[in-house]
C-alpha cells in the first residue's frame, strides 16, 4: 500500500506537501485510504462522499482521490499565504499613508511659515525703503550745509588772500575735467569740483606781512607761508563730512610733490592722495598763466610746455606722470576754462 501512495502521489504532480499530508498518507497502509480521509482529513476535504444506506460503496480510486487531496491542500496553503500577503501589504500601505499625511502636513506647515515668512520680508524691505529715503534726504541736507559751510570758508579765504574768485572757480573746472578724463565718475568728479576751492584755506591764518609781501620772501618768511597747508588741515579735521575730509586731503597734500621734494612732510608718489596729486597739476597750471607781482603772466602753449618739460623751476617729476599724460591730451580744456573765467590776474 506505501507503494501505492508514493506512485499516487507521483502520478498527482504534487511536489511540496505538508508535514501533516506527508505523516497522514504514511497511515493509510494499514486502514485503507478511504477510512482513513473519513476519520483524519477535515471537513470540506473528503475523497468521497458515504453512500447511502442499502447502497453499495463504490471501489475507491486512491491515486485520484490522493491527487485531488494533494490539490486541495496546496490551494488552502496558497490561500493562506495570499492572504498573509496581502494583510501585509494592507498594513504596509496603511504605514505609507500615515506618513504621507504627516509628509503633507508637514509640508503645509512650512509652506505656511514661508508665507510668513515672506510677508515679514515685505514688511522689512518697506520698512527699510522709508529709512533709506529718510536718511538720503538727511544725507541731502548735511551735503547742502557742508557745501554752504566750504563756500563761506572760500569766501572768507579771499578776504585775506588775493586769490580771486576767478582762480577757485577755475580750479574747481580744471580739476573736474582732469579727474573724468582719468576715469573718475560723474559723482567722484563732482566731489573735487566742490572740495578744490579748499586748497589755500589755511592762508587765512598767514600775516598779512607775509602773505601781501610784493617780492620774494626770505627763508623765514617761506617757513611761514608752508604753514597753511597744514593750518588748512587742522580747520577741516575731525568732521565726518566726507567732503570736508577730501578739502583736508587736498589743503595738506597739494603742495607735496611726486618725486619728494615738496612740502609740507616730503611726501612722494601715492603716499600723496590723489585729489590732492589732481589739484597740484591744475594749480601749477592756474598759477603759470597768472599774472602776479613778481611775474607775468604766462601763455597757454608756454605753460604746457613748462609743464611737461619743466623750466628749472617747476619739473615734470613733480607731478603724478600718469596724471600729467592725462593733462596733455586734455590741455586745450585748461585753456578754454582759463578763457571763461576771467579777472584782473588774468590780464596781460
Known sequence: ????????????????????????????????????????????????????????????????????????????????????????????????????????????????????ANQQLRNYGRDLKVAVERERARSRELESAYLETVRRLTDASTFKDRETGAHIQRLSHYSRELALAAGSDALEAERLFAAAPMHDLGKIGIPDRVLHKEGPL????????????????????????GLLELGRQIAIGHHERWDGTGYPFGLRGEEIAYAARIISICDSYDAIRSKRPYKLPIPHEATVSILLNGDGRSKPEHFDPVLLHIFSQIHERFSEIFALFQDESTAA
Open 1 to 116: 500500500m506505501d507503494a501505492e501512495i508514493r506512485a499516487g502521489v507521483a502520478a498527482s504532480g504534487l511536489v511540496c506537501i505538508s508535514s501533516y499530508t506527508f505523516f497522514a498518507l504514511a497511515d493509510l497502509g494499514s486502514r485503507g485510504i478511504s477510512q482513513h480521509v473519513q476519520e483524519r482529513e477535515p471537513a470540506g476535504l473528503l475523497l468521497a462522499a458515504k453512500p447511502k444506506l442499502g447502497e453499495a460503496a463504490e471501489p475507491a480510486e486512491p491515486a485520484t482521490d490522493l491527487a485531488q487531496l494533494g490539490t486541495r491542500l496546496q490551494e488552502a496553503e496558497l490561500n493562506a499565504e495570499l492572504r498573509r500577503q496581502v494583510e501585509d501589504a494592507n498594513r504596509q500601505l496603511a504605514r505609507y499613508a500615515r506618513e504621507l499625511k504627516d509628509l503633507a502636513d508637514l509640508e503645509r506647515h512650512k509652506a505656511q511659515q514661508i508665507q510668513i
Open 218 to 241: 626770505d627763508v623765514d618768511e617761506w617757513k611761514i607761508m608752508k604753514q597753511h597747508t597744514i593750518i588748512g588741515a587742522r580747520l577741516l579735521e575731525g568732521s565726518t563730512s
